[in-house]
């Protein structure tokens, strides 16, 4: 099948990417020149365990392709996928002017029967909009699905490929056809696809990210207690979660959620439910919470060293919002690093991936560590904001000997507080009690 995406980002590349590897064609459409130029040439522009190999294959083989002409990028295409940014607008809801902008292009460009899919994150209702944009100037028969998309970065190669489920917003019996073929390679397995209408589609991802935001800031407020009780998270953890009802997944503690989806898809849902006369009370907390979550530490690391942080030198491990990924949208550790550098602080920072990014935001306000132990010299302590896997097992004698002092403050507890103790080092984490 000839397949277009029009915004080759995250979603973007990945979705091209895996439908080219099941045999279609695929052309990927950017306003970004440079990323399309990038692309092009053979250069994958996202960190994305398993997409380089894919994309060097497709590339290869003809069946990717790259183009800044939306014109000439769909006039082949049977299903025109829409990856667009939905970033938050001024009052928090979901900004669809990349939508639909696209839609209202569209719209004078279709010559022949497409089906146009809404992959990115949109309000309930979008599907309308974004069929009436493209009917307003559309000359032929189209039809607009919603296939919300519910890949994780890091792991994003691996859930498109082989997906938990596939949901389908369409009440076209045309498009549903399609849309079945284009999926079956994904479901081999039996994992189901999901066809219902548009607006529950558009609902489904909405009401996913934010049970999960959900389950997030409610452990993160069992952690608090823990430590204000005496209790440790992780047996609570441990023993709420083999609970089948409750499952034993997304129960850690931490400093919060970030990255590019959470925290606007809750704040979304929270618009919407007001534009409906209902205050949506649940995730207004999960919200509070998290913003306290994300400079947890600092309360913690002022009170060590006597609330005067002015002239102290921090290691931080960890810049990305989460492992296995170069993004730092809303990343807790850029939260940390302000909070840090306004009480006069300096920070070393290492990060497998996201460095490159950082650099590009914050230039030399802080040092950028080539090592993860390089960043720990003389500092008076090291911070942990990221739970990459390099992090889980360090050199401890390495961490003694580049440390001036020894003390971790680790936001993602990878640590067991007993050894810590034990090797001698003053360990402060999430949910559990300091050691000394
Ligand atoms: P992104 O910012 O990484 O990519 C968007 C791309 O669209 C960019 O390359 C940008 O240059 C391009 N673009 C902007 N305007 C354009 C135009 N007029 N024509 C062509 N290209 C244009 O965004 P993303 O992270 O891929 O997210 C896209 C959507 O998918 C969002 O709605 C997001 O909420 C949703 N989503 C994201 C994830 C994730 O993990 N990143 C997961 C599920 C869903």
């Known amino acids: 099948m000839k397949i277009t995406v029009v915004g080759t980002g995250y979603v973007g590349l990945v979705t091209g990417t895996c439908f080219a590897e099941t045999g279609n064609d695929v052309t990927c459409v950017d306003i970004d020149v440079k990323k399309v130029e990038k ?11 398993g997409l380089e190999k894919l994309f060097e294959r497709n590339l290869k083989e003809g069946r990717l392709h790259f183009t800044t002409n939306l014109e000439e990028g ?24 990349y939508i639909l902008k696209v839609a209202d292009q569209l719209g004078h460009l279709l010559k022949d029967y497409k089906i146009i899919v809404d992959k990115s994150t949109v309000p309930v209702g979008t599907a309308d909009k974004v069929h009436a944009a493209i009917a307003k100037n559309a ?16 792991v994003a190669v691996e859930d498109f490929m082989k997906p938990d489920r596939v949901v389908i917003g369409t009440s076209s019996e045309r498009a549903r056809k399609i849309m079945a ?3 079956a390679p994904f479901v081999r397995q039996g994992n189901p696809v999901i066809f219902m209408d ?10 996913a990210n934010s049970f999960l ?39 850690f503690p931490g400093i919060g959620y970030g990255g590019s989806c959470f925290p606007k898809d809750v704040q979304a849902l929270v618009k919407s439910s007001q534009t409906v006369d209902y205050d949506f009370r649940i995730l207004n907390a999960v919200m509070d919470v998290n913003e306290a979550q994300k ?4 309360p913690k690391i002022e009170s060590y060293f006597e609330n005067n942080l002015q002239g102290k030198h921090f290691a931080l491990w960890g810049l990305a919002f989460k492992p296995n990924t170069d ?16 009480a006069g602080a300096t920070v070393s920072a290492f990060d497998p991936e996201a460095m490159p990014n950082v650099k590009q935001l914050l230039g030399d306000r802080i040092h950028f560590a080539e090592h993860q132990y390089d960043a720990l010299d003389n500092a008076d302590a090291l911070i942990i904001a990221t739970e990459w896997s390099v992090f889980r097992t360090p050199d401890f004698e390495k961490i003694r000997t580049n440390l001036k002092d020894q003390v971790i403050f680790d936001g993602r507890n990878l640590f067991e507080s007993p050894r810590m103790q034990e090797l001698g080092f003053h360990y402060e984490s999430v949910g559990r009690q300091a050691v000394t």
């Open 327 to 342: 993004d730092i949208r809303e990343a807790p550790a850029l939260y940390i690093i302000d909070r840090l550098l306004a």
């Open 295 to 298: 400079v947890f530490l600092l």
């Open 139 to 154: 000359t032929v028969d189209f039809d607009v699905v919603s296939n919300p998309e519910f890949l994780r970065e890091g």
């Open 213 to 251: 935001a959900t389950k997030i800031s409610f452990m993160n407020e069992i952690a608090i207690l823990c430590e204000r009780l005496g209790a440790d998270v992780d047996m609570v953890r441990r023993g709420i979660g083999s609970d089948d009802r409750i499952g034993k997944r997304f129960l």
């Open 74 to 97: 769909i006039s082949e295409a049977a299903v025109i996928f829409l990856a667009l940014p939905t970033p938050p607008g001024e009052d928090g809801s979901a900004d669809l002017s």
């Open 39 to 49: 692309l092009s040439s053979g250069q994958v522009t996202i960190y994305e365990p």
């Open 198 to 207: 548009e607006k529950s589609a558009e609902l489904t991802k909405y009401a």
């Open 181 to 183: 073929d284009l999926y």
